[in-house]
């Protein structure tokens, strides 16, 4: 078999569904297939899991990333870096303890990832509420790593394998949108979708579709002017700069063009008007890729599903597509 990446796999919310679509996941023969899985976590979570989804997957603990090379297919390559009870981690109650060890997780996935000793990294879904509580103040995976990484450039992007969309704001109160609207924000925005969409489809020039943020693109002032004076012109600087973007298109009508394949991807001006018709089409097999980081990371595009946490009926459809866009990537 081919030379395979180490991707590592943070567990997410050990009270939610992460350790189960892990252990889901890599029951399929496709992980196998394009990489060597590399689980962070903790140890009781994980046989949890496997005891919830009937797997007979064994674990395997490791010291360090190249070891998880060693371990075969009938086992789960496991760096434990958390030691929690039953009592930190009861299904559907997020807690401090469950909090921090997510945010080690993901630390050391980053550090894993930066010094080469794996390839890329997928994550499967947080609790906000948890690593805040802990004392970790981020609104999601992407702040952190882009502060881990020491990158003000990021971008995050949820695609499928219709719809790529990027958003120039993102987990931000709606009443808080229109001043973080920038000529700056909006044309940096542009110039990393474009990037990252050339690496995932080894396209040079993508086509991309630049939203409005008001109604009818502002009907000419009417409605706002963020599109004559912010939106356009950042659409301009782009153009001039080889990348081919169009707008300011009207997020009502633009949707329907884009799921036929008349755009490559789209730019969203916030979190809501891209994602909920990415979530229409790719509810189980949207990937959420962080762009303009100095390393690889895709991410489930679900929450940690506390309903179903214990059941062993979570979805591992998006955790998979992220593992192999990660894998893609690498490539």
């Keep these: 078999?081919?030379?395979?990446?180490?991707?590592?796999?943070?567990?997410?919310?050990?009270?939610?569904?992460?350790?189960?679509?892990?252990?889901?996941?890599?029951?399929?023969?496709?992980?196998a297939?394009?990489?060597?899985?590399?689980?962070?976590?903790?140890?009781?979570?994980?046989e949890r899991a496997l005891v919830v989804c009937g797997s007979t997957l064994k674990i395997c603990e490791v010291a360090s990333a190249e070891d998880a090379r060693a371990v075969t297919d009938e086992a789960v390559p496991l760096m434990a870096l958390s030691q929690l009870t039953e009592a930190d981690m009861v299904y559907g109650a997020p807690s401090i303890?469950?909090?921090?060890?997510?945010?080690?997780?993901?630390c050391h996935a980053a550090a894993l990832c930066r010094t080469a000793q794996t390839a890329a990294m997928a994550t499967a879904p947080i609790s906000k509420e948890a690593m805040h509580r802990?004392?970790?103040?981020?609104?999601?995976?992407?702040?952190?790593?882009?502060?881990?990484?020491?990158s003000n450039d990021?971008?995050?992007?949820?695609?499928?394998?219709?719809?790529?969309v990027s958003l120039v704001t993102i987990h931000e109160a709606l009443v808080q949108v229109p001043r973080l609207i920038t000529f700056e924000q909006v044309l940096k925005t542009i110039r990393i979708t474009s990037e990252g969409i050339s690496l995932l489809t080894g396209s040079t020039s993508p086509?991309?579709?630049?939203?409005?943020?008001?109604?009818?693109?502002g009907e000419a002032g009417k409605f706002g002017s963020e599109e004559i004076e912010i939106i356009e012109p950042a659409?301009?600087?782009?153009?001039?700069?080889?990348?081919?973007?169009?707008?300011?298109?009207?997020?009502d009508t633009l949707f329907h063009f884009a799921q036929q394949g008349s755009y490559d991807g789209v730019v969203a001006m916030y979190h809501d008007q891209g994602l909920i018709p990415l979530k229409m089409l790719h509810f189980d097999d949207a990937v959420n890729i962080t762009l303009g980081l100095p390393i690889i990371r895709t991410s489930v595009?679900?929450?940690?599903?506390?309903?179903?946490?214990?059941?062993?009926?979570?979805?591992?459809?998006s955790l998979l597509a992220a593992i192999r866009m990660a894998a893609g990537m690498v490539r």
Aim: with cysteine.
């Design 235 to 251: 659409i301009l600087a782009a153009r001039r700069e080889g990348i081919n973007a169009e707008g300011p298109l009207s997020a």
């Design 154 to 164: 990021f971008v995050m992007m949820l695609a499928g394998d219709v719809l790529r």
């Design 134 to 150: 802990a004392g970790h103040d981020y609104p999601g995976h992407t702040e952190l790593l882009a502060e881990l990484c020491g």
């Design 301 to 317: 595009d679900h929450g940690t599903a506390y309903n179903l946490a214990g059941t062993g009926r979570a979805s591992e459809k």
């Design 1 to 31: 078999m081919p030379h395979r990446p180490i991707i590592a796999i943070t567990m997410g919310d050990p009270s939610g569904v992460g350790p189960e679509i892990i252990v889901k996941a890599l029951q399929t023969l496709e992980v």
């Design 97 to 106: 303890a469950a909090g921090d060890a997510v945010f080690r997780y993901i």
């Design 33 to 46: 297939q394009v990489c060597v899985p590399l689980v962070i976590g903790d140890r009781l979570a994980l």
């Design 207 to 217: 086509r991309l579709a630049v939203l409005a943020l008001n109604p009818h693109c």
